[in-house]
């Protein structure tokens, strides 16, 4: 789960981590009395989960408390790789005599978070890594210990060499990693980490992220979810405990694990089609998850076509088979469907699905072609 | 033989008194496994099924059974430390079937795991099956068949999908290993790969693998240097967008690196034949394995054995079944193999030479 910009700050402030002042407006108006309050020049930065937001447009300048209002009514409501902003940071803006990088990641090779600093900030690390690797330290942290002092240390000398400078950067690590195991999260970046002329070293950017599998264990981060921020049809699809993510094509997808879903994807493009969705329905199938599946599916208005394919292992299919009959029976479908199932009670579920006349398969090969084939209408008409 | 799990392997099920716990164990009880005993903490003295012994800790289940394996079916948050319960009573494989578990519990874990010597699958997986002898986890036991082909995978029912295709071709299973969708797992393609190319039941593998991290291109590399039996490989999502989590938390196309792309791109290069579709498996491997019959004897068997046994056979050129069997005992400690070994060593020999029998 990504956080927005200013909720990171709030937990890494709560660390103790020294972050320009700033406050949170969803109006110009609010907007304008927050930078009143703060005095003097601020920054006002769209709260969106999407990178680049500088080079869309969504961070600006402002001198005035007049023109931060109207800064503000120009980001608020924009739209940033297809997300509109609901809310700015309006925040103290502060003088940059240089900018690094500080980020922690949970990395997967060495199985233990690790961190990477670089004193070339405030741009993508990705490019950094890609042409100046030199310029990147990887510090892998044994969780046992935490972060100690030497590492903290090794990596403010990497960044600066005023020892005054590179304690205040120690500081910081050892308040960042606290926040980010006390959040339990897999990333945790402060893009840029910046000195201002007087020579204070300070936070202008967070970005955290939070496994989803710790917030059973953190209710209050559970809290900072953003759901305005999210495709409405994925934020219905979690609170029905389904695996859902929205994608461009027409033949909606609906598949028992997401190996087997992802592949049912693949296979779709590979005949000339193109996934509407990524939907995984889980290990135990009762049959209501079924329902709230095909709703979510047949929300979308560009499902030309609906594939389900269903290997049963754990999953009954005639858990899903039931689960078709009685959402199609709420709701008739205005488009064809291909289900090919194949497993734990297929006869059964095969019966189920012929009663109530619908046709089932079991290879999941000419499952897809067909519903390829409905979707872009090239053997035309619906399947019963 | 297989690799992992065979008829010696004693299996303690943490979380037997649970929904899913009772009900796979249930499952493995019927499929063959030895399940020796089960851990729910407050239920120690009881009994599962009127037959298999529950303890407390797991500390108790060994000294009391003696098991060398585990398999977790406890909650997400209770895992990390049942994991390392069980490899503090000395368990040898540990099967981690919970979804959902905290990489920071796994990066906490994993050193301890290793520390101790255990082996540590999953967790967020199916576990392992080697068909017609033990199961651990949940993987469906009719849709395996015994015979030699290694199955290693990152996921569930893709899993299945596959492996059901092979049974139905003939094509049947040395062990399957499903070690998990998860970024941090305790045992890795390359872990299975290496088992399986010492495995000496085993004559081909299939892999599946998916979008995110790096473990099938490292993986890719390790059977170019290392491998001597054919690999097929497949890689899911190929269609997924970058950014977002594929239901497994470690699919995920991060920046640009984990792309299928990339993986199906080493996959070439290590000489590893690619499926494109889940149901390019069975043809792909039918070929290689054809192949590789008329092509060389040379290249079975272990090279210390192919080189005694080559030898052996040349002396042995007019060989009885006998001899032969004689050959194979000084070729080699794994008889069956180099027997038919020598076999065909002696068969190509009499060829060469122009002599029938």
Known sequence: MNIHEYQAKALLRAEGVPIPAGEVATTPQQAE???RQLGGAVVVK???????????????LAKTADEAREVASRILGMTIKGLTVQKVLVTAAADIASEAYVGIIVDRAAKTPVFMVSPAGGIDIEEVAAKTPEKILKLPVDTRYGLTSFQANRLGFFLFDDVRKVRAAAKIMQQLYTAFMKAGCSLAEINPLVVTPSGDVVALDAKMSIDDNELDRHPELEKLRDETAEEPSEVLARNANLTFIKLDGNVGCCVN???LAMATMDLVKFYGGEPANFLDIGGSSNPEKVVNALKIITSDPSVRAILFNIFGGITRTDDVANGIVTATRQNPLKVPIVIRLTGTNEEIAVKILKDNGFSAMTDMDEAVQRAVAFATGSNGGPAE | MSIFADKSTTLIVQGITGRDGSFHTRQMMEYGTRVVG???????????????PIFNTMADAVMETGANASVIYVPPMFAADAIMEAADAGIELIVAITEGVPQLDMARVFPFVKEKGARLIGPNCPGLITPGKTKIGIIP????????????SRSGTLTYEVVYQLTRAGLGQSTCVGIGGDPINGTNFIDCLRA?????NTIAVAMMGEIGGTDEQEAAEFVRRHMSKPVIGFIAGQTAPPGRRMGHAGAIISGSSGTAAEKIAA???AGIG??????????????????????SVRRVGRPAIRKTAKRVAKKAKKATVRTRKVAARKAGKVSRNATKLVRKLVKRLRRKSGRKR
């Open chain 1, 46 to 60: 769209a709260q969106v989960h999407a990178g680049g937001r500088g080079k869309a447009g969504g961070v600006k």
């Open chain 2, 196 to 200: 399986f190319e010492e495995d000496p």
């Open chain 1, 33 to 35: 009395a927050i930078a």
């Open chain 2, 274 to 295: 690619v499926a494109r579709r889940p149901m390019d498996f069975v043809p792909l491997l039918q070929k290689r394995l054809k192949s590789r019959r008329g092509q």
């Open chain 2, 141 to 152: 036991g009719r849709i395996c068949a015994p015979g030699k082909v290694g199955v290693v």
């Open chain 2, 267 to 269: 996959f070439q290069a």
């Open chain 1, 257 to 259: 694990g997401a190996g």
């Open chain 2, 38 to 52: 089960g851990v729910t903490p407050g239920k120690g003295g009881q009994k599962f099924e009127n037959t298999v």
